[in-house]
């Protein structure tokens, strides 16, 4: 009797289906197996109606620390594997795997067009690096998701958000918001290479007579694209 009140339990905790395409391509994905377990977690909970599992729940159910599942959910967050996202009608957060579709997809669409797929995925993380180099800290999980909203959901090139960091840079205004207006100024310009973005801030920066070149000797003028 209480082995039957068992597979009666068993049977009502339900079961998780994970695509096989998934199993074959995380390495793909540049996914270890400790992410790939707390993301199949997370897609577990989600499935039981769990829509954002605490780092506890997910701790709980793993050999790690609630601490270790944050860090790694800080990664997959980077690497635009997952997103925090808001429900528009209940205001509450919840972890999205739209991000991994989308990758999914992209791979195979990369395959069919023999295209690297991997070297993609490298300018990426690249990228996430070369932020938080210039910055000097580690990324919020915040700016984590703005920047892979540029790349996903804006379409910017990982070069041009480069060359828009580096303008941030020479302004001496290294802030996220900045870095987005000029995002936002060079797409309404129609500005998508990193010699095109160039020749911009060039155009913003040239001296207008003798007087602001000798003062430009010892300084980098700069534009401010918030006053745009």
């Known amino acids: 009797m209480k082995e039957k009140e068992m597979l009666i339990d068993w049977m009502e905790d339900g079961m998780t289906s994970i695509p096989n395409v998934l199993l074959k391509n995380y ?3 540049q ?4 992410e790939m377990m707390v993301l199949l977690h997370i897609y577990s909970f989600a499935q039981k109606g769990i829509s954002f599992p605490s780092f506890e729940d997910l701790s709980e159910r793993m050999s790690i620390s609630s601490a270790d599942c944050a860090a790694y959910v800080k990664k997959m967050i980077q ?3 997952i997103s925090i996202e808001q ?3 209940t205001g509450f957060e919840f972890y999205s795997l739209k991000p ?3 990758k999914m997809a992209f791979l195979f669409e990369s ?8 070297q993609a995925m490298t300018d990426e993380r690249d990228l996430y690096s070369l932020f938080e180099a210039e910055f000097g800290r580690p990324l919020s999980a915040i700016e984590c998701e703005t ?4 790349i996903d959901q804006d379409q910017h090139d990982p070069s041009v958000i480069k060359a828009a960091l580096r303008e941030a840079v020479l302004s001496m205004k290294l802030n996220f918001r900045y870095i987005d207006r000029i995002l936002f100024e060079w797409k309404k310009q129609g500005i998508k290479t990193v010699e095109q973005a160039r020749e911009q801030g060039r155009k913003f920066r040239k001296p207008a007579g003798a007087e602001q070149v000798k003062r430009s000797e010892n300084a980098v003028p700069f534009y401010n694209w918030l006053e745009q």
């Open 87 to 89: 429900g528009e009608q």
């Open 147 to 150: 920047l892979a909203l540029w």
């Open 111 to 118: 395959d069919a067009r023999g295209q690297s797929f991997q």
């Open 27 to 29: 390495k793909r994905l």
């Open 31 to 34: 996914l270890n197996e400790t």
């Open 79 to 81: 690497k635009q594997v």
């Open 100 to 102: 991994l579709w989308s």
